[in-house]
Nanobody, 123 residues
Framework: QVQLVESGGGLVQPGGSLRLSCAAS????????MGWYRQAPGKERDLVAS???????KYKDSVKGRFTISRDNAKNTVYLQMNSLKPDDTAVYYC?????????????????WGQGTQVTVSS
């Protein structure tokens, strides 16, 4: 089983910065895409940013130029550097990864979520 542990959320003033981290652990054979999603109250969960194993990144239009996603493959960790934060960025942020893991000698595909971390942007 793959576990995802997120950290780095909190309360920040508009214009401030936060850095989210998500570490994957368990019987991981390989990780394909690592990404961050967010869900605000009353809204659907949607993609904020993602990065493939080859380093290709994708961003939600509203965060381009302010957020940067990166990953450390040696640590199975993905980061989201968030700058120039706005009140509209307030949400629960979830880490998501997919890839191949193994259990009882059998390889299987997985797609797992972290528990979520709250980001609140307010003065």
């Amino acid at each position: 089983q793959v576990q995802l542990v997120e950290s780095g959320g909190g309360l920040v003033q508009p214009g401030g910065s936060l850095r989210l981290s998500c570490a994957a652990s368990g019987s991981i054979f390989s990780i394909n895409t690592m990404g961050w999603y967010r869900q605000a109250p009353g809204k659907e969960r949607d993609l904020v940013a993602s990065v493939t194993s080859g380093g290709t990144t994708k961003y939600k239009d509203s965060v381009k130029g302010r957020f940067t996603i990166s990953r450390d493959n040696a640590k199975n960790t993905v980061y989201l550097q968030m700058n120039s934060l706005k009140p509209d960025d307030t949400a629960v942020y979830y880490c998501n990864t997919d890839g191949t893991a193994w259990r009882n000698g059998i390889y299987y595909s997985y797609n797992d979520w972290g528990q979520g971390t709250q980001v609140t942007v307010s003065s």
